[in-house]
């Protein structure tokens, strides 16, 4: 026997229906709630429908702009590898240069990744922001780092098992922050699209002795 198609109503034909049928459950005041959280969800839906059109029209004008400076047709540079994502290595963290106690940096492995999931060497610049977030909001902020598409180049370590830009952010005059939870923003800008990847990652860092670490 053919299993009949399930349709669905809205929240206000239902809320009307039961009201009609004289059901006691539903009293005005709230069929008026389902009402405005219905057309409140509807404005939501309609915001974001906005949204992503306009987001979808500022990658296709990027795409054609890009397409035009390099000579060649928008169908052609789908084609084209680029990255779609940036992803941090899990041995990114903190790193020692002078063999004493206590980290010096923190050590990012940065790894463009195409549409296909495969680590890619993309022409780009980074820019690397590291917060201290126990720290009061206008504190937060402890180091920033760019490097550009010709430093990047240079930063790229590709081997059998591994490919990523090395990046090494040593603390601001040699002095560690005041916590051991170091936030780090990554943001790579592609050198061919001009678009910008971004990620985020947490590290614990170790002090050297002596160091008072708070964990607010």
């Given at each position: 026997?053919?299993?009949?198609?399930?349709?669905?109503?809205?929240?206000s034909?239902l809320?009307?229906?039961?009201v009609?049928?004289?059901?006691?459950?539903?009293?005005?005041?709230?069929?008026?709630?389902?009402?405005?959280e219905l057309?409140n969800?509807q404005?939501?839906?309609?915001?974001?429908?906005e949204?992503?059109?306009a987001?979808?029209?500022?990658?296709?004008?990027?795409?054609s702009?890009?397409?035009?400076?390099?000579?060649?047709?928008p169908?052609?540079?789908?084609?084209?590898?680029?990255?779609?994502?940036?992803?941090?290595?899990?041995?990114s963290?903190?790193?020692d240069i002078?063999g004493?106690?206590?980290?010096d940096g923190?050590?990012?492995?940065?790894?463009p990744?195409?549409?296909?999931?495969?680590?890619?060497k993309a022409?780009?610049s980074?820019k690397?922001?590291?917060l201290?977030?126990?720290?009061?909001?206008?504190?937060?902020?402890v180091?920033e780092?760019?490097?550009?598409?010709?430093?990047?180049?240079?930063?790229?370590?590709?081997r059998?098992?591994t490919?990523h830009?090395?990046l090494?952010l040593?603390?601001?005059?040699?002095?560690?922050?005041r916590h051991?939870?170091?936030?780090?923003r990554?943001?790579?800008?592609d050198?061919l699209?001009?678009k910008k990847l971004?990620a985020q990652?947490?590290y614990?860092i170790?002090?050297?002795?002596?160091?008072v670490s708070?964990?607010?």
């Amino acid at each position: 026997m053919p299993i009949r198609p399930v349709h669905c109503v809205s929240l206000s034909c239902l809320a009307l229906a039961l009201v009609i049928a004289g059901c006691n459950t539903v009293s005005g005041q709230e069929y008026a709630a389902v009402q405005r959280e219905l057309l409140n969800t509807q404005d939501q839906v309609r915001q974001l429908q906005e949204r992503i059109a306009a987001q979808e029209q500022a990658n296709a004008l990027l795409k054609s702009q890009v397409a035009h400076e390099a000579g060649v047709r928008p169908e052609t540079l789908e084609q084209l590898v680029v990255p779609v994502k940036i992803e941090l290595e899990r041995q990114s963290g903190g790193y020692d240069i002078d063999g004493q106690p206590g980290d010096d940096g923190l050590l990012l492995y940065v790894q463009p990744i195409d549409r296909d999931g495969h680590v890619i060497k993309a022409a780009g610049s980074i820019k690397v922001t590291l917060l201290d977030l126990a720290n009061p909001p206008d504190q937060y902020l402890v180091g920033e780092y760019y490097f550009d598409a010709n430093k990047t180049r240079e930063l790229w370590y590709g081997r059998l098992w591994t490919n990523h830009y090395t990046l090494r952010l040593p603390w601001y005059q040699g002095k560690p922050p005041r916590h051991n939870e170091i936030t780090a923003r990554v943001e790579f800008t592609d050198l061919l699209t001009g678009k910008k990847l971004d990620a985020q990652g947490v590290y614990k860092i170790e002090f050297p002795p002596g160091h008072v670490s708070t964990t607010e």
